[in-house]
């Protein structure tokens, strides 16, 4: 594979993928992380983008927050916004429900980026064992970590994540999804 290009949201998950894509890919692995300024701005770009890098070569990711909205309907959206635009092997990814469900995922990579004694015991506690359900993350992670912000303290918290033992189903089906098309190579 060439280029791997990954068409992102926001710029707080870039300083996550910054910190984890490293970690996770194959050594040789060139990726390129391009962060809008919230939905609208990602799903008015990815025409543009993807018709612009035609090149088979380049696999393109789309990553997006569900912020409550329905997953289903969101996926297939963004999904029809790269087939139009050509480029039917591109992956799309949803975050359920927002970033700081990745986060609430992984306990004790939050106690450690912030130095919060205890907070990794946490994580059996009912509504951690399976944070993607939670439909208010931010404030959750706020309350539990009263210094997180989201740039500085996304990247905090990506240098001590774990995704084998993040409890994040949608960070499991990303990573995976991601592990995919690395294997498959370029298109075409």
Not at 61 to 82: A, E
Request: net charge positive; glycine share 4%; with cysteine.
């Amino acid at each position: 594979m060439s280029l791997l290009v990954f068409l992102l949201e926001e710029r707080s998950i870039k300083e996550v993928l910054n910190v984890l894509l490293p970690r996770i890919l194959p050594e040789g692995t060139d990726f390129k992380l391009i962060a809008h300024e919230g939905k609208s701005d990602l799903e008015k770009s990815i025409p543009r983008k993807l018709r612009a890098w035609q090149d088979p070569a380049v696999r393109f990711v789309v990553v997006r927050d569900c912020d409550n909205d329905d997953c289903h309907m969101v996926k297939r959206r963004l999904r029809d916004l790269c087939e139009t635009s050509g480029r039917r092997d591109s992956l799309v990814r949803i975050v359920c429900n927002e970033l700081e469900s990745w986060f609430l995922g992984d306990l004790l990579a939050v106690e450690k980026a912030f130095q919060l004694k205890g907070l990794a015991a946490k994580q059996e506690k009912r509504k951690y064992r399976d944070p993607d359900r939670l439909k208010n993350a931010k404030q959750e992670l706020k309350k539990i970590a009263p210094r997180f912000q989201a740039l500085r303290g996304s990247r905090a918290v990506a240098h001590h994540m774990d995704p084998e033992r993040n409890r994040s189903h949608s960070l499991r089906v990303f990573l995976e999804g991601v592990a995919r098309i690395v294997s498959q190579g370029p298109s075409g």
